[in-house]
């Protein structure tokens, strides 16, 4: 196998799988050019005359390309830089020329940073070109890697002071990409708390247009994603460049449109707020992107993000493992519960088939509400007198397994941490701390601050039998600052911040690797790779709503696999929207995702047990599918009237299938409808039946070529009649007959 291939003669560096080239080439001035990425390229032939720009540039010093690699500011090239190093000169200039490359298999690991790995060296290659500055000896290694089986490219890169002076690195993008023109549409995944991911369309316009965070943590406004897709692209059919970072604190994803109507893409670290002193000798490693192409829709570049992430993003003992189904009490108990209240609801939904009970806020301390308590990791006696091994214990006992949630990087002002460590608070000292949600973050830039949080969680996860655990972060970091960094370094705050975050994760997942672990961040708010190579699972939303989920797991959907998404069925009227959905479509949404309910089971009536009963035991025989399967979006919230959703997963094999309908509102004398099915085999004929069991449609084989091609039917029988009523859902279940 060799996917990178360098030629000499032209000095062409080219990576290239059945799926994708990236091509770059070193330019007789030593500049490293950019010359494709996308659709497969023939190995063995130059593509040098691709690298000429229409912009003449600045040809003394860049000839001809300005299509370049990883691109300097303040010599010619006016759009936005991949790097700027300040001098001790006070400039920025930098000539980043090539010094050398390696090309090795496999993909090393990224040193500090969560990233994408490989199991066995053959899965991929990698290569290092290391660029550097002569005067400043200031270095890019930049590094490449391409999967034999996956459209994807990895780019990261470190800077490396190899100098005698030191420098302070102000923007250090993980990628920067060229595109010969800018046809195209941004697509970015953004929202609010509680709608977090929808998708947003819009075609490139000439100046800057970005996403990114500058909170402390990715955020539930904007996800670390962008794609560039040509216009109309759908979910079949269209151009579409994906660009992830895995990383879960301050980012840009930014698309800049030169005059010439050529388009430049770059992701990384958000350069506002950032810089990085480096000693000489010291490095800098960035998070890596994962780039990825697909020729034929947002359908094929999702299962190249979800097959990647579900597979070499996400490790440890739960990646391939069923998960379970939960039930949460923080919407059946808020901050009201006590060990009996706790039992009941676990026993409850024991007897449901519910198999762990997870403990939401509110355990520890004195906490009845959100003013108090965080930081101080001892349990509440009053309201759990056998402590959380007793609980632990007894919900083992039920047969169940016991889930635990923390809130490790928070602080609350009325705690005993707090006023023993008032300075572990971020803060700026001698101005006033912003509160959100009465609560204030530590500082996890100092290590001394990460270590005692460790050893408390970490006491706490040895104390009981404790499978699970739920990792929130509820609100954002203001006032930037570290008392334990020098003032000329307080721009290295928000990433050593991040670094800490990451640091805890390692060492508890670490020691505790059969521990199942959750991320969250008030609902979706850092649902981010960086921290799925940790939690393979993340709380998707706050918002429990069906249909407000439709359009949330929809968008998550693009990048993020269902084995990623929790998804639970609540209680109605629901919490956030005050919406009466039927029991069976919220069920019908939440299968698509890691399944779980979040109500008091022991307030349902005895018919809505027993469709609990049914549900479970429905997830349960398709579980494998639901969390493992390939998942397809049919119709959607940005597709058709906007009324309907559809989408379905399919078996490796394409054998087992469970495609899903959703229709909010309902409509008087509605046309028919028929649903084209994807992913199947045309040869093969399936037993389609539906969930809920309807007498009216009992089951009927078809064709797999019918289904994909004419359509299935959804409603046949009695489409017509009225009582299907709003809020609609329809499951069909194929098995190949
Ligand atoms: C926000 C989470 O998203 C909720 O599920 C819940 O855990 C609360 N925090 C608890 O404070």
Redesign the pocket.
């Known amino acids: 196998m060799s996917l990178i291939e360098w030629d000499a003669a032209s000095r062409q560096l080219h990576l290239r799988n059945d799926a994708v080239s990236y091509v770059m080439r070193v330019h007789d001035g030593g500049a490293l050019g950019h010359l494709h990425f996308g659709a497969a390229l023939s190995a063995g032939r130059s593509y040098a005359h691709l690298g000429p720009s229409s912009f003449a540039g600045f040809s003394n010093r860049l000839d001809q390309p300005v299509a370049l690699e990883y691109p300097t500011p303040a010599s010619g090239d006016f759009r936005v830089p991949a790097l700027t190093v300040e001098q001790e000169d006070g400039s920025t200039v930098l000539d980043l020329a090539y010094r050398s490359h390696r090309i090795t298999p496999g993909k090393p690991e990224l040193e500090g940073l969560p990233s994408t790995y490989v199991e066995s060296a053959r899965e991929a290659e990698t290569v290092e070109v290391v660029l550097a500055d002569g005067r400043s000896g200031v270095e890019a290694r930049l590094s490449y890697t391409i999967f034999e089986n996956a459209p994807v490219i990895i780019r990261t890169a470190a800077i490396v002071n190899g100098g005698t002076q030191t420098v302070k690195v102000r923007c250090a993008m993980s990628a920067s990409i060229d595109f010969a023109d800018a046809g195209w549409e941004l697509v970015h995944l953004s929202g609010a708390w509680a709608r977090e991911r929808h998708v947003v369309r819009r075609l490139l316009a000439p100046g800057r247009q970005s996403v990114g965070s500058l909170r402390g943590a990715s955020g539930h406004q904007h996800n670390p994603f962008i794609a560039l897709a040509s216009p109309g692209a759908n979910e079949e059919s269209g151009e579409v460049y994906g660009f992830s970072l895995v990383y879960s604190g301050n980012f840009l994803a930014e698309v800049e449109v030169d005059p010439y109507s050529r388009a430049r893409a770059r992701i990384g670290i958000h350069p506002e707020a950032f810089a990085w002193t480096l000693d000489p000798g010291a490095a800098l490693q960035l998070p890596e992107a994962v780039l990825a192409f697909s020729p034929a829709g947002f359908g094929a570049l999702s299962d190249a993000y979800h097959r990647l992430y579900r597979e070499r993003l996400a490790r440890g003992a739960w990646r391939d493992r069923p998960r379970p189904i939960l039930i949460n009490n923080?919407e059946a108990t808020y901050f009201g519960f006590n060990e009996r209240k706790l039992l009941e609801i676990a026993g409850s939904a024991r007897d449901l088939g519910v198999e762990l009970f997870v403990l939401?806020?509110g355990w520890f301390g004195a906490r009845d509400d959100?003013t108090s308590s965080l930081g101080d990791w001892s349990v509440n006696r009053r309201k759990l007198p056998s402590g959380i091994e007793g609980v632990a214990t007894q919900v083992e006992a039920l047969g169940m397994r016991f889930g635990l949630?923390i809130e490790p990087e928070m602080v609350s002002e009325d705690s005993d941490l707090f006023r023993a460590h008032p300075d572990w608070a971020i803060g700026v000292p001698g101005r006033p701390r912003t509160e959100e949600r009465n609560q204030y973050v530590l500082d996890f830039s100092r290590p001394e601050i990460v270590d005692h949080v460790h050893g408390v969680i970490s006491r706490i996860l040895a104390s009981a039998p404790i499978s699970y655990v739920?990792w929130?972060m509820?609100r954002n970091i203001t006032e930037p600052y570290s008392t334990a960094l020098p003032p000329d370094r307080q721009g290295e705050f928000f990433h050593r911040y991040t670094l800490g975050v990451y640091d805890l994760y390692r060492r508890l997942t670490a020691e505790f690797p059969q521990v199942l672990f959750e991320s969250?961040a008030?609902?979706g708010g850092r649902f981010d790779p960086g921290l799925l190579a940790f939690a393979p699972q993340a709380?998707t939303s706050?918002d429990t709503d069906a249909v407000e989920r439709l359009a949330i797991q929809w968008g998550t959907s693009l990048v993020y696999p269902l084995s990623s998404m929790g998804a639970h069925v609540a209680a109605v009227p629901n919490h956030q929207v005050g919406r009466i959905t039927p029991l069976s479509t919220r069920a019908a949404v939440a299968f698509f995702g890691v399944f779980g309910y979040e109500l008091d089971p022991t307030q349902l009536t005895a018919a809505e047990r027993d469709e609990i009963r049914e549900q479970i035991a429905f997830y349960k025989r398709h579980r494998e599918l639901f969390q493992r399967g390939r998942f397809i979006r049919l119709a959607g919230p940005h597709g058709d009237s906007g009324n309907e959703t559809a989408w379905m997963v399919v078996s490796a094999d394409s054998r087992a299938a469970i495609a899903g309908f959703y229709r909010a509102l309902n409509r008087p004398n509605p046309a028919p409808r028929r649903l084209r099915l994807r992913g199947l085999d045309a040869g093969l004929r399936y037993r389609v039946s539906v969930w809920p069991p309807d007498p009216y449609e009992p089951a009927a084989e078809r064709g797999g070529d019918e289904l994909m091609r004419a359509g299935l039917e959804v409603g046949a029988g009695r489409w017509e009649a009225a009582g299907q009523g709003d809020f609609w859902c329809r499951l069909f279940v194929l098995e190949a007959i």
Do not use: F, H, L
């Open positions: 923080w939401d806020d959100d949630w739920k929130d509820n969250c008030g609902g709380w706050d």
